[in-house]
């Protein structure tokens, strides 16, 4: 047993009392002898063996009895000198000196109760302070914060949760609950996972009134003690109505300006292929010209194409999902884009371990297509394996070519817009937009993508997606 455990007896106090009541108990005795003797002299002399013999030794029985008592009922005085011993290794130095030199337990037991009440008063006006600071920090943020405990009462809440939620309805419950303020089921279904499992739930475009036409997203995450217990839930409402106005508009002037751009762009390659058909009239020496401007005639076209693609993946935030039968898509897609690359004959291999896949039938296309057109453009005798198989809860596509290789440091830029891994070869430059539609895509599946190749060795580009 420690010594933090061990139950000190207060000896002190039990000597002095036994010191004092000796004193007063064999004191009086003595004064009563005395005043008997002085009193009656003869009845003492006949009564001299009947006080030594009996008297005194009743005395001396009766003294030691109540010390004894008084030892058993000054025990629990040691229990509570023990738990002052206890107390003295958490309170500072300098305020530990004075219970030190205390020895009297009584007078420890004084001096712990009055540190105690200087530190309850000193916690008392620090919570104080930091329930200030913490009220201040809460109504600073312009997001609507609640948290509520393990049985949905309600915590805490800033003044913007209570403009929101809580000034137009009555109060006229005794303890507030999530559920009086809150009537959305997919919100509260949202906040009871969270106590259940722990885990962090974020929901996004929520719409709460017509009339105002806000809109939030809504992040959910466990508040957990020092023993990683789940104490309650932490619900931050983020106004994302300005952001969505913003992304629309964008959405819009990128559809508008390719709507635009495109009708001149066409007239140019009808005008340009015109030309291009009635070559024998013209300068030999401007044939060269005529190809370049149909070349990027083209090219404007089909990075406008992408641009306006890529605008419409990233604002779509929810993807309708459907069961997706591999093999013919793979195919068809197949036959597509080897007939463009058909002057460098391709050679294409399947290995399709699932049959089948979760995800948007037409999204899935754009990214198969996407990268077995990269597989075929920069090779020069494209070999194209695709691979599919299932793992863990998650679909995998793995598309591998024999070209040139990525070098290293080209690995982890090469899903960002516009960039390209060798801008020189003019044949084969594209728009730079390929891989980041990809990406995105892959992003709002839920899933990964990520290359893994060496120069000189191909590359193989890895589609991870949830099978759910």
Known sequence: MSSKNKKRYPWFHFIKIARLSALLFFGAASICAYFTYKTFPELVHRIDDLIIWYFLPICLVGYLSFLFFYYHLTKQLGSLVSQIETFKEDIPYSDNLKLIYKQDEWGHLNEALKQLINRVESQIHLFKDENEKFTAILESISDLIIAIDPFETILFYNSKFKTKFIEDRPRTEITSKIWHYIENEEILEAFRKVLKNGETIILTDLVFSNKSQRIYNLSISPIRKADKQISGVLGVFYDVTEMKKTEQMRVDFVANVSHEIRTPLTSIKGFTQLLDGQKAKIDPTLHVFLDKILFNTERMISLFNELLSLSVIESQRKVVFEKIELLPMIEAISESVLTNHRAKNPKLTLDLQNGYLTGNLKMIEQVITNLLDNACK???????????????????????????????????????????????????????????????????????????????????FIVELPQS
Do not use: M
Not at 431 to 453: C, P, R
């Open 378 to 460: 920069y090779s020069d005798n494209p070999e194209v394996k695709i691979s599919t198989y299932n793992k863990n809860n998650k679909s995998y596509i793995i598309i591998q070519d024999n070209g040139p290789g990525i070098a290293p440091p080209h690995l982890e830029r090469i899903f960002e817009r516009f960039y390209r891994v060798d801008a020189s070869r003019e044949s084969q430059r594209g728009t730079g937009l390929g891989l980041s539609i990809v990406k995105h895509i892959i992003n709002n599946h839920q899933g990964k993508i990520w290359a893994e190749s060496q120069v000189g060795q191909g590359t193989q």
